[in-house]
């Protein structure tokens, strides 16, 4: 099974960027369709931004569009969220997580529930 860990969680102020990397141990990344989530103080947890394991097709929350970049660092296994102007609604804890089995397809959900692999996240704080 698939073990996540991110990291580039931080606190930052109003405007600024941080860039939250998501690495796997017992399986290659790269074959996975990856999905970066957040879950805010008493909020559900949110859907932010995921990448296909075909194609690199990428897909966001309206509420990152423009601001929020999601790549796959193939070289290094990797999966990385480039978050830029970043405000304080921002502030979370950001997940990273995949499905169960490797994707064939050039396709990617922020539906929760297609993930089974979830790492144990990282917090982001962004002051005003």
């Known amino acids: 099974q698939l073990q996540l860990v991110e990291s580039g969680g931080g606190l930052v102020q109003s405007g600024g960027s941080l860039k939250l990397s998501c690495e796997a141990s017992?399986?290659?990344?790269?074959?996975?369709?990856v999905a970066w989530f957040r879950q805010a103080p008493g909020k559900g947890r949110e859907g932010v931004s995921c990448i296909s394991a075909i194609d690199d097709i990428t897909h966001y929350a309206d509420s990152v569009k423009g601001r929020f970049t999601i790549s796959r660092d193939s070289a290094h296994y990797m999966v990385d969220l480039q978050m830029n102007n970043l405000m304080p609604a921002d502030t979370a804890v950001y997940y990273c997580?995949?499905?169960?089995?490797?994707?064939?397809?050039?396709?990617?959900?922020?539906?929760?529930?297609?993930?089974?692999?979830w790492g144990q996240g990282t917090q982001v704080a962004v002051s005003p």
């Open positions: 997580a995949t499905e169960g089995t490797e994707s064939v397809q050039s396709l990617c959900s922020l539906q929760e529930d297609k993930y089974l692999n």
């Open positions: 017992g399986g290659i990344l790269n074959f996975y369709a």
